[in-house]
């Protein structure tokens, strides 16, 4: 039996729907690495660092949580957890897992569905709501909602 499992993302910022996956995850495995990609060519709002920074915080008090920076190689895990919303996740999903198996031949990717509250929510969504002005009380962490303020306050 696999005792870790990996959960790679962008994570820009982690939202409750990231969180409710990782939990879940966390109850199926007795360890759970959630890997922070980290990508020259993709434009983000946090830096790497930052984002795991964030992350490490939230699970501080969970032992079988880790964060790391992720390259996107997949070395030593067996098990790749990914988190499937609505029906629009799925075609990218599908071509990513099918990709991985043929990069590696024994990763398997697990689809895990959050809690239906949080089956429409995507980083990306909390961002834009946040320019916008609006609360996003409820969709991320209190953490995550100050760091925003922050940012945006730097601007
Ligand atoms: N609200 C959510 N509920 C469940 N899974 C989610 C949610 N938001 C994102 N995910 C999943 O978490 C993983 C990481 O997402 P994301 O941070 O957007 O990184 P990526 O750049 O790999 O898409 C993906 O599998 C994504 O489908
Ligand atoms: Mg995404």
Redesign the pocket.
Known sequence: MEKSAI??????P?????E??IRRGASLFPRIVVAV?ENPR?ETLFSSAERIEIIREIFKDAPGIEVKAFHGLLVDFRIL?????AVS?FE??FQMALMNRNLCEDVETL????SAK???????LVKEVFRLGGSVEGLVHPLVERRLREKFRKR
Request: charged share 20%; glycine share 8%.
């Open positions: 959960y790679p993302g962008s994570f820009d982690i939202t409750n729907g990231h409710d996956i990609l993709k957890i990914r988190g499937l919303r996740d990218y999903e689809f895990m569905m959050p949080y089956a429409f929510l995507s980083s990306s």
